[in-house]
């Protein structure tokens, strides 16, 4: 009897260690701060790309990792001259994004962001083989970014993409304009301007519509390819703005001599992109700060579960962004159909988000 009294207190002592074993153990014992370390890459400084990132960072903030806090971003924009960039100053671009690619591998982040085509296509064969993940937007077609379709990245990529159907953008198109029947657009060896354009012409007879199409150099004038697609009245009635970088080159002088010409002969232009135009009555779009919102609901998967790129899907904006500028159509004496009018929503700087395509 005594033996067992006399190792009682050991026997009490192991059965209350079993018993706090049990218990949860405080947070900060099981999962130390960490500081999330996200590398941004772009080709170019331009305001969408900035909406893109915003966009991004919002969402993440939303799932607390937020800069200041848990977050650490180191972005890069690689300077390329669009207007007079030749073949070689995009080879200088292609060998900058393996540099940058390379010296991201080194500092072993997180998580990369890409924005645009041209840094997710030439940067992530490299960070795939040094499986550091990689969440892109901003991209117009992720085909054109080597993925294997439009809603699968491929190895170690996933993303958002401002891929939005042609066919559907047309569709809302032919609903504000039930009258017009020739479109014309201008564009430049810019892919994302030749892809629109492309789209455009394959799905515009789904909508009657007959699309006649410019290729400029960056450099040129817009003003002769307008007046050959207008023919002195007997050609095109509208003109649609693809997604070109050319539209923002000059201080947006090409966007402002579309916008004087299509004022001086009462011709409405629409944007198929949303990004500024001055003299635009109609957007039609993917909005960028929106789909860098998805690409960081991809990010806040891969941070926080751990969750592979691989299996998450390519996002993209279900609906098109409609925006209409009253101002500019009552300046056109443009008749809106009572089916825009009615589903009209008052946004900032005076437009309608109209609720199209339904």
Request: net charge neutral; proline share 6%; with cysteine.
């Amino acid at each position: 009897m005594k033996r067992l009294l006399k190792f009682s207190p050991l026997v009490l002592l192991l059965c209350a260690l079993s018993a706090r074993a049990l218990e949860a153990l405080p947070t900060a014992w099981m999962d130390p701060p960490h500081t999330f370390r996200i590398e941004v890459l772009q080709v170019t400084d331009i305001e969408p790309y900035q909406q893109s990132l915003d966009g991004f960072l919002a969402t993440l903030e939303e799932n607390e990792i937020e800069q200041g806090k848990n977050l650490d971003i180191h972005r890069v924009k690689i300077d390329f001259d669009i207007e007079k960039g030749g073949f070689w100053d995009k080879v200088g671009v292609l060998f900058r994004v393996r540099q940058e690619a390379l010296r991201i591998v080194n500092s072993k982040p997180d998580l990369v962001l890409t924005i645009g085509t041209p840094a997710t296509k030439y940067a992530r064969a490299i960070l795939e083989d040094a499986h550091i993940p990689v969440v892109f937007t901003a991209v117009a077609n992720p085909l054109d970014a080597d993925c294997p379709s439009l809603s699968d990245g491929g190895p170690g990529v996933t993303g958002s993409t401002l891929y939005m159907d042609m066919a559907e953008s047309l569709k809302i198109v032919r609903e504000v304009f039930p009258a017009i029947q020739r479109i014309g657009m201008v564009h430049t060896d810019d892919e994302n301007g030749v892809a629109h354009v492309a789209a455009a012409k394959a799905k515009a007879e789904e909508w009657k519509f007959a699309v006649s199409s410019r290729q400029v150099n960056k450099r040129d004038s817009i003003i002769p390819s307008l007046k050959e697609l207008y023919d002195q009245g007997n050609g095109v009635q509208m003109f649609a703005v693809p997604l070109d970088t050319y539209y923002g080159l000059r201080r947006y002088e090409p966007t402002i001599d579309l916008s004087d010409f299509s004022s001086e002969l009462r011709i409405p232009i629409i944007s198929l992109a949303m990004v500024r135009v001055p003299g635009a009555v109609l957007y039609v779009g993917a909005d960028f700060r929106a789909v860098g919102s998805l690409a960081g609901t991809q990010a806040v998967k891969i941070l926080k579960r751990r969750t592979k790129p691989d299996v998450l899907p390519v996002l993209r904006q279900a609906k098109p962004t409609v925006l209409l500028d009253p101002a500019r159509a009552h300046a056109l004496d443009l008749l809106l159909p009572s089916s825009v009018v009615d589903r009209k929503l008052p946004v900032k700087d005076g437009f309608w988000q109209v609720r199209l395509g339904d």
